[in-house]
């Protein structure tokens, strides 16, 4: 008979665990406690407004990658898809733009135009980016071995000057003012980023291995559950599991929030590491080092607030994401701002009524700021009114008119994302940051936990990455485990 598989969420791991479960001959379900799948990689809808909470790049969308080929094995492609023409844009208070086009002839000769005095950072810029995008080093690194992953390095020396400065760094090579401000933002407005990260992702852009799933996150997160119950899985849906249970330190299966317990060989939990370990198993199946990674992160500043705008305006013509640079500091949810990082999605025309469109605001603050005040809902909800106003402000100085355009508004916070998905600290569900750059360089962390049989944790808990592959892949890696525990051979198709 086969041996019975519980999977604890739909999200990215837990989905591509069901799958290669079924496509492996285990008899697999899924409890997720949300009413559809996808986890972190969700939208909403909104008189007609699609609003993407996820997707900014997608990894994976052509052959060049070896992701390409988790995501057809998972059914999420082949599929409609639209390419940008530019990673994001930067647009100055006095209306100078500066686009960072994908491809790099034609970056290189927009750079040159902006400042010709700065053309060896430009030069070095340009040549990373065509290393980077001789190999798929990405795949290499979640796919190969470590001496395919050595090899991979060893290809990289050419642009060793390129792999040490943050973006910020890099961007005080830059004689001319605009670019010095605008440069360290690319990477979702975050200066302090390495830029080797933005090189690399550029490269998958130039190689068109980035695009824009059409309909967003989750259409691609159904196609990927839509795969999962073909293979002949079950995902039920609002079914909060609130215990693990075990006999003789082995877990053996699930109790939900509503009383009902199922029972299964294997238990695979994709939910938060911190409430699995402490709460679902009471924290018995624990050492020094998995204590450490439950403790609480520090209350660091990360992206905790987003307002999203349905406006009667056709952004077609509009860059796919543009920081707007403020001619003056901001003060919004207790953080100061000196730009606005948006996304607008008028290359997909399914994200809005027909002429219409959606704009993101996406802004950091702390995770404390936003747990305080969501205790008391009436300040919490004015808090958020507040952002809002405040955001459509700023945007009219570069969108003219829009404020008169808005026809729907959503504000998500961090909190948000804690109600609809269990987490511990909003969607910053990953084991405490700095035992992860330890564990991960020396490879300490594993899927399974001290003293218990039959159990494993899969998604970001398991990979530490914030990034859709790595966690889909983690839910691969999970079920070529318990094959190879099971003296089976790993079939990754149906
Ligand atoms: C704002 C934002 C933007 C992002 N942008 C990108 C991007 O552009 N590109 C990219 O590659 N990645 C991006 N990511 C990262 C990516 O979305 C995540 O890394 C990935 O989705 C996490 O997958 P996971 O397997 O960890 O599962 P999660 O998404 O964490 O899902 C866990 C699932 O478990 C369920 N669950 C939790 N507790 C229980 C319980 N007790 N019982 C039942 N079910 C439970 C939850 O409801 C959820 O469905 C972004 C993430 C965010 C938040």
């Not at 900014?56 to 988790?70: K, V």
């Not at 000769?109 to 995008?133: M, N, Q, T, W």
């Not at 073909?230 to 699930?254: N, Q």
């Not at 204590?291 to 796919?320: I, N, Q, Y």
Request: with cysteine; hydrophobic share 35%; aromatic share 10%.
């Amino acid at each position: 008979m086969a041996k019975s598989i519980i999977v604890i969420g739909a999200g990215m791991g837990g989905l591509a665990s069901g799958i290669y479960g079924q496509m492996n001959g285990y008899d697999t379900c899924i409890f997720e406690m949300h009413n559809q799948p996808g986890g972190q990689c969700t939208a909403w809808k909104r008189k007609g407004y699609t609003f993407d909470g996820c997707i900014h790049h997608l990894l994976g969308c052509s052959p060049f990658s070896r992701i390409h080929e988790l995501w057809s094995e998972l059914g999420a492609m082949p599929r409609e898809q639209v390419y940008t023409r530019e990673c994001v844009s930067v647009v100055s208070p006095e209306g100078k733009m500066f686009n960072d086009y994908w491809d790099p002839d034609e970056l290189e000769s927009h750079l040159k135009e902006l400042s010709p005095r700065d053309a060896e950072p430009i030069e070095d810029y340009i040549k990373g980016i065509r290393v980077f995008a001789r190999e798929d080093f990405m795949g290499r690194a979640m796919y190969g071995g470590k001496v395919d992953m050595l090899k991979a390095a060893v290809k990289l020396l050419p642009t060793y000057k390129l792999l040490t400065p943050t973006m910020e760094k890099y961007a005080a090579r830059f004689t001319d003012p605009f670019l010095r401000r605008a440069f360290p933002l690319l990477e979702y407005s975050q200066p302090v980023m390495p830029f080797m990260l933005h090189v690399a992702k550029h490269a998958y852009g130039y190689r068109r291995d980035i695009a824009w799933p059409v309909g967003g996150a989750l259409e691609f997160s159904r196609s990927i559950a839509g795969r999962y119950e073909d293979l002949g899985g079950e995902i039920y849906y609002k079914s909060r599991v609130e215990k693990i249970l075990t006999e003789g330190d082995r877990a053996v299966g699930v109790r939900l929030e509503d009383g009902s317990e199922h029972r299964a060989d294997i238990v695979i939990s994709n939910a938060d590491g911190r409430k699995t370990i402490l709460d679902m198993l009471g924290g018995r199946y624990i050492d020094d080092r998995v204590r450490k990674w439950c403790e609480e992160p520090e209350d660091e500043t990360a992206f905790a607030v987003m307002v999203f705008l349905g406006v009667d305006r056709d952004l077609s013509r509009e860059p796919s994401a543009l920081v707007i640079l403020l001619d003056k500091a901001v003060e919004i949810a207790g953080h100061a701002f000196d730009s606005l990082e948006i996304q607008t999605y008028g290359f997909d025309s399914t994200m809005a009524p027909e002429g219409k469109g959606v704009i993101k605001v996406e802004m950091p603050s702390s995770y404390g700021y936003w747990r305080d005040l969501h205790k008391d809902k009436d300040r919490y909800k004015e808090a958020k009114s507040k952002v809002a106003e405040t955001v459509i402000d700023l945007l009219e100085d570069h969108f003219t008119g829009i404020r008169g355009q808005v026809e729907e508004v959503d504000v998500p916070t961090i909190m948000t994302w804690e109600r609809y998905m269990g987490g511990t600290h909003g969607f910053n569900n990953m084991p405490n940051k700095k035992i992860n750059i330890v564990s991960s360089l020396f490879g300490e962390w594993t899927s399974t936990l001290p003293g218990l049989s039959g159990f494993y944790l899969t998604g970001s808990w398991a990979t530490q990455a914030g990034a859709l592959p790595g966690n889909a892949g983690s839910g691969r890696d999970t079920i070529a485990a318990i094959c190879k525990r099971d003296g089976k051979r790993f079939i990754p198709t149906p």
